[in-house]
């Protein structure tokens, strides 16, 4: 049973547009949202991350907006650079933590 | 300050060898997770910990056990290596559950032959 789903499996994205990445969850346990960047050979690294009380967090160029009553959360990177390709996972967390299948996003100069 | 340190780096096994991925944190961390990466996939949760002595399966612990005797060091024990298991590990820790950020470890790539 995979508890968290991350759409697309892949973005291409020109320099200066926005990404959009979709997740939604099925534990409404989970109290924390948070997403993860990850370059080639790389741990992943915490970017943002939101609680379910708030809908929208703005950190620079990205933003999570959540919605809890549909159990769907979203990252928006504004603004991107050839710099933000990496593959991107959000997560779902409680106790334990859970990942999405990841995106990876390429933005062409 | 060294975070999370994983050993080793890379591991060749052989089919039906055993070993022991090492995992160390120093930042006094509650919580401890074992997660798998296959090529182009996501994390998957293999086991965790919420404190020294208590550990809990994740998604796929099949193949799998830890240990958590102490708070800094969470090991994962691969017995009898199939080539299933070839994949890339990750270590992660974090303060508390919820609202607190998970940091990894730089990862241990093993392929079983």
């Known amino acids: 049973q995979q508890q968290v789903k991350q759409s697309p499996q892949s973005l291409i994205v020109q320099k200066g547009g926005i990404s959009i990445i979709n997740c939604a969850y099925e534990?409404?346990?989970?109290?924390?949202f948070p997403w993860y960047q990850q370059f080639p050979g790389k741990g992943p690294a915490l970017l943002i991350a939101?609680?379910?009380?708030?809908s929208e967090k703005k950190e620079g160029r990205f933003t999570i907006s959540f919605n809890k009553s549909a159990k769907q959360f979203s990252l928006h990177i504004m603004d991107s650079q050839p710099g933000d390709s990496a593959t991107y996972f959000c997560?779902?967390?409680?106790?334990?933590?859970?990942f999405g299948a990841g995106t990876r996003l390429t933005v062409k100069p | 300050n060294a975070g999370v340190t994983q050993t080793p780096k890379f591991r060749i096994l052989k089919i039906g060898q055993s070993m022991t991925l090492q995992c160390t944190q120093d930042?006094?961390?509650?919580?401890m997770y074992w997660y798998r990466q296959d090529p182009g996939m996501g994390l998957k949760l293999i086991y965790y910990?919420?404190?020294?002595?208590?550990?809990d399966k994740g998604e796929v612990p099949n193949g799998y056990n830890v240990s958590r005797s102490t708070t800094e060091d969470f090991p994962l024990r691969l017995e009898l290596a199939a080539p299933s298991q070839t994949s890339v590990y990750f270590c992660?820790?974090?303060?508390?559950?919820?609202?607190?950020?998970?940091?990894f470890g730089q990862g241990t790539r093993l392929t079983v032959v």
């Open positions: 992660a820790s974090s303060y508390k559950q919820g609202a607190a950020e998970a940091f």
């Open positions: 534990n409404t346990a989970f109290d924390y």
């Open positions: 939101i609680r379910p009380d708030v």
């Open positions: 997560a779902a967390k409680r106790h334990d933590m859970r």
């Open positions: 930042m006094n961390h509650n919580y």
């Open positions: 910990s919420v404190g020294a002595g208590i550990t």
